[in-house]
């Protein structure tokens, strides 16, 4: 299909384990998000990456959690020594820019993201 | 940094009456205002965005509004339907394409 495509769709893994979660963007999209969704909460943002530029870390909880983006496409958000409070899913978005009459907006499209269950 | 909030956190509403979702932002450089729907098990999807140049849009049964001065704007769903049902998102950003600042969310359940 032509969407995001998230996997794992679910990850359990054992306390103290590492975790890898990988998202597929939309091909041509320049911009890839990763947002963290407990049970029944809003969407928190953990990183931002836009084209060859550095990525926006500033959403990232501890230093833990990292993120790479290969070749401006695939990406791959890593959580290290898991903590039951890592437990949520994982979304991630990919936008491009949208032009018209001098205005840009970014539309983002979502995965259905990961859901890691830390035990 | 933006900050966006959004009331209420629930709202249940008859099928058929209309539901109204608020919400404020606190950066005034902000222009772009986009609205994502999300239903159980699958991720936000855009429902309806507007910009600050344009006071009001309407898409059939859901329209936004946005008063730029006060930096609030608001999400109507008229004859609400029972896949209406999901949580909406309010979120903003600037034009500059940086990241986008979504509200804490609305669970919207429509009664039938």
């Known amino acids: 299909g032509a969407g995001v495509s998230q996997s794992p769709s679910n990850k359990v893994t054992e306390k103290g384990k590492d975790v890898e979660l990988r998202c597929d963007p939309i091909?041509?999209?320049?911009?890839l998000y990763w947002y963290r969704q407990s049970l029944g909460q809003g969407l928190e943002f953990l990183i931002y990456?836009?084209?060859?530029?550095?990525?926006?870390k500033s959403g990232l909880p501890s230093d833990r959690f990292s993120a790479e983006r290969t070749g401006g496409s695939v990406s791959t958000l890593t959580i290290q020594r898991t903590q039951q409070e890592d437990s949520a899913v994982y979304l991630c978005?990919?936008?491009?820019?949208?032009?018209?009459?001098?205005?840009?907006?970014?539309?983002?499209?979502f995965g259905a993201g990961t859901r890691l269950s830390v035990l | 940094g933006e900050n966006v909030e959004q009331h209420p956190s629930t709202l249940s509403v008859q099928e058929g009456d209309s539901a109204v979702i608020k919400c404020t932002y606190s950066?005034?450089?902000?222009?772009?205002f986009p609205w994502y729907k999300q239903e159980l098990g699958k991720g936000p999807q855009l429902i309806i965005d507007?910009?600050?140049?344009?006071g009001e849009k309407k898409d059939q049964r859901i329209a936004v509004t946005l008063n730029k001065t006060a930096k609030h704007f608001s999400l109507h769903i008229t004859e609400t339907q029972p896949e209406d049902s999901a949580v909406y998102f309010c979120?903003?950003?600037?034009?500059?394409?940086?990241?986008?600042?979504f509200g804490p969310g609305t669970s919207l359940s429509v009664i039938p």
């Open positions: 978005a990919s936008s491009t820019r949208v032009s018209g009459s001098g205005w840009g907006k970014n539309i983002q499209y």
């Open positions: 091909s041509g999209h320049t911009a």
């Open positions: 990456f836009q084209g060859n530029s550095a990525p926006d």
């Open positions: 950066d005034s450089a902000s222009n772009y």
């Open positions: 507007i910009r600050s140049n344009v």
């Open positions: 979120a903003a950003s600037e034009t500059s394409y940086d990241k986008v600042i």
